[in-house]
């Protein structure tokens, strides 16, 4: 077998994984946030930050101070109660925003760029 192919399936599966791994974090971070939601609507004493108006405990949404997109996290800090329709006003004017600064690369684009980079220093050190 070419040594090229076998770093090329090395790297596909290394690709897989951090794929799985990926996933996996994602899960968690839902797990963390409802177990954090009760002390952060307690915090707010059940009302919306923004109109002060009271919620359900069910109808809480749960907002975050520092958005994702900028380093915030899901630490009980980080987050506020909003209601529906302010957390919905808000998003609004946000994801524009959002869209414009976040330079979207695929995967795959940075799998072939791996993969270009470990082909040419492979060839180099053959030589
Ligand atoms: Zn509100």
């Known amino acids: ?3 090229i192919v076998i770093l090329v399936l090395i790297i596909f599966v290394l690709i897989f994984l951090k794929w799985l791994f990926g996933k996996e ?3 968690q971070r839902k797990l963390i946030l409802s177990r954090v939601r009760r ?3 307690q915090r707010c004493n059940g009302r919306c930050v923004w109109c002060k108006k ?3 405990y069910k109808d809480a ?3 975050h101070i520092i958005p994702f997109s900028k380093g915030g996290t899901d630490d009980e800090n980080n987050l506020q109660v909003m209601c529906e329709r302010c957390n919905k006003s808000k998003g609004d004017r946000d ?3 959002h869209h414009k600064s976040l330079i979207y690369i ?3 684009i940075k799998a072939l760029g791996i993969l270009f980079v470990i082909i040419v220093i ?3 050190l053959r030589k």
């Open 122 to 124: 492979y060839s180099m």
């Open 61 to 63: 949404q749960m907002d």
């Open 54 to 56: 009271p919620i359900e």
């Open 1 to 3: 077998m070419n040594p």
């Open 39 to 41: 002390n952060v609507y």
């Open 25 to 27: 974090k994602k899960s």
């Open 95 to 97: 994801r524009p925003k």
């Open 106 to 108: 695929p995967w795959w």
